[in-house]
């Protein structure tokens, strides 16, 4: 009669071991199934612009007023209008989009205090993961326009300043709405980056400060009335490794 071969023991830490790594491998499938999915929904919306400002902005606010006029202009001008999807100025956006002939879109996180998904979206994503939502903002964005905000609003525009800026990403227009509240900071990365030599003075030319909303819209359109809309072969391949 044969032995009957052991299994080899296995203690309770090697175990757990074992199950965060299987939980880590189907991590990776849920970020893939997010970005497939996304990329799905969004293929089609281009032209588009994405509107950013804080999610804290009441709807009585002057700034609120402002980003539903721009959204609504843009929309009307046959620009899709992508925000955040929440409250605030994501949700001015979205209003004014809504209200347009485009498509308003809302690229949707839950957040523990102030992000819940507002009514003004003809499409409406939920992302689990911000950096897989900054990817989206930027990936199908024809140009970038920015109200004030918080700390979110400052981590996507220095992200899709230093994405172009490092040529990770095609040039867009980055426009920043209500001149007095972002004069301080250009002031400073003018005085500080550029005077230090921690960045050049053409990459302060990538960002416009312009307060109308009609100014805003043929800005975009300047930016591309020689070359159209319609990505090149090669700022596809940039875009495809964002």
Known sequence: MSAVKKLPKITSSELLNQNAGAQESWHAF???AEFVGATE???QITPAVSIFGS???KPDHPYYKMAEDIA???SDAGFSVISGGGPGIMEAAN???YAGISPSIGLNIMLPHEQTSNDFQDISINFQHFFMRKVMFVKYASAYVVLPGGFGTLDEL???ITLIQTGKSRKIPIILVYSDFWRGLMDWLQGRLVGEGMADAEDMKLIQLIDDPKAIVDAIFKHYESRGFELSQAERNVQ???
């Open 55 to 57: 999610a804290r902005t």
């Open 72 to 74: 609504c202009k843009l």
């Open 41 to 43: 929904s969004l293929k």
């Open 158 to 160: 220095m992200e899709v």
């Open 240 to 242: 495809l490794y964002l």
């Open 30 to 32: 849920e970020i893939m």
């Open 95 to 97: 209003k004014g989009g």
